[in-house]
């Protein structure tokens, strides 16, 4: 599959899944819900003279005071979009028996397969309706990671395919965001990012295919209205492509969470921590959270396919140096460095042991003993401050 490529028929005839029902996109909602004004790059635009720095221009204000954009143009059709919804929808009908041979192997800090109540604390939440989210995680495709023969059926008929569009959105989407950032950043070295991401050595970034159940009104309430309480994430950037079932806010500087809407034809783009903790936190890690949607698609399972994209692991999370705009701002004058620098596989692997043990009580509201609203949490993890909200 070329970036560009159309698609055409090669996805309905190639599906080799049991259900040959094409997926469909819902229609948008009709309430009245206040969106955040977020600005959107035409990636289209990076390899035109000068359209990089103009790329850079427009995201300026967006990476350091919203932490949330969106892109388009990225040389992926609808359809082969679309795709992918279908392969995530067809995967959660599998039976529970089937889905949970793939449970991610948390004992040993791995989040690649499959998530979801059944597979979080052995089992102890399954019971717990309020649990609604469950995911499939897919490594790189890389021979650090275990073979398409690893994978259940469904997603081998499709490996050739589903690795065509990670690798696309890798070149397309990630490589050019990476080197827009470090031209906001000024640095000497366009491509410093880039090359901390490259495809090929080990990184425990991944691509998800991911569910929330649509829940009844009780547990909603039961649940303060939230899918998932405010958190950041945890590595350099998350991509989302979204159905437009509404859900996702995230926190404006005013203290007020405003809806991310998803607007056709783009993928939407928040920062995570571990850039923001290499750009001296200049570039800002979101927080973002999940509601139900509103009621006119409450009914709705929502999916979603994402990318969780992290620098590889042997990448050490201290500020870059050659930074003209951190220089200007001050970052390096009283810049303690942790000598020898915490690498990124071991705040990776810090940060998903973190979040196996707290398992639910990091995302669902009323999780208390009592059932009571949790109050914000905050951690140390790996020597770094994390903290997740309401
Ligand atoms: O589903 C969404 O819209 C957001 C998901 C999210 O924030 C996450 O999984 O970290
Ligand atoms: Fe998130």
Do not use: C
């Amino acid at each position: 599959m070329a970036p560009d490529a159309s698609g055409g028929s090669a996805y309905s005839s190639s599906s080799a899944s049991k259900s040959s029902r094409p997926y469909s996109q819902t229609p948008e909602t009709t309430a009245n819900l206040e969106w955040a004004e977020l600005v959107n790059l035409k990636l289209s635009k990076f390899d035109q003279p000068g359209g990089k720095e103009e790329l850079a221009q427009q995201l300026k204000y967006a990476v350091h005071n919203v932490g949330f954009f969106y892109v388009s143009d990225f040389g992926l059709s609808q359809e082969e979009v679309d795709f992918q919804f279908k392969i995530g929808q067809e995967f959660f009908e599998l039976p529970m028996e089937e889905k949970v041979k793939y449970a991610a192997d948390h004992k040993n800090h791995s989040y690649n397969g499959y998530n979801g109540p059944a597979v979080f604390e052995g089992g102890s939440q399954i019971d717990n309706p309020r649990h609604n989210i469950e995911s499939y995680n897919i490594p790189k495709f890389t021979p650090d990671f275990p073979p398409k023969e690893s994978h259940p059926t469904l997603i081998q008929n499709h490996w050739e395919m589903i690795e065509s569009f990670a690798r696309t959105i890798h070149t397309n989407v990630i490589e050019r965001l990476l080197v827009i950032f470090a031209l906001v950043l000024e640095l000497e070295d366009e491509d410093f990012f880039k090359k901390q991401h490259a495809y090929e050595p080990k990184g425990e970034g991944h691509m998800r295919y991911m569910l929330y159940r649509a829940r009844d009104a009780k547990i909603n309430e039961a649940a303060k209205d939230l899918y998932s309480t405010g958190h950041t994430d945890l590595g350099s950037l998350t991509l989302l492509f979204r159905q437009p079932v509404a859900g996702l806010q995230v926190l404006g500087n005013d203290g007020k969470y405003r809806w991310v809407k998803a607007v056709p034809g783009t993928i939407t783009v928040n920062i995570a921590d571990t850039l923001s903790l290499i750009s001296g936190h200049y570039l800002k890690s979101s927080i973002h959270r999940v509601a139900i949607p509103p009621p006119d698609q409450r009914h709705l399972d929502r999916y979603g396919v994402l990318f969780f994209i992290r620098p590889n692991n042997q990448e050490p999370v201290a500020v870059v140096k050659n930074s003209r705009l951190l220089e200007r701002n001050g970052v390096y004058e009283n810049l303690e460095e942790r000598q020898p620098p915490l690498t990124v596989g071991e705040w990776v692997v810090a940060r998903q042991k973190h979040i196996f043990k707290e398992g639910y009580k990091l995302s669902t509201s009323g999780e208390g003993k009592d059932g009571s609203e949790r109050a914000e949490l905050e951690a140390e993890v790996a020597g770094v401050k994390v903290k997740y909200w309401e």
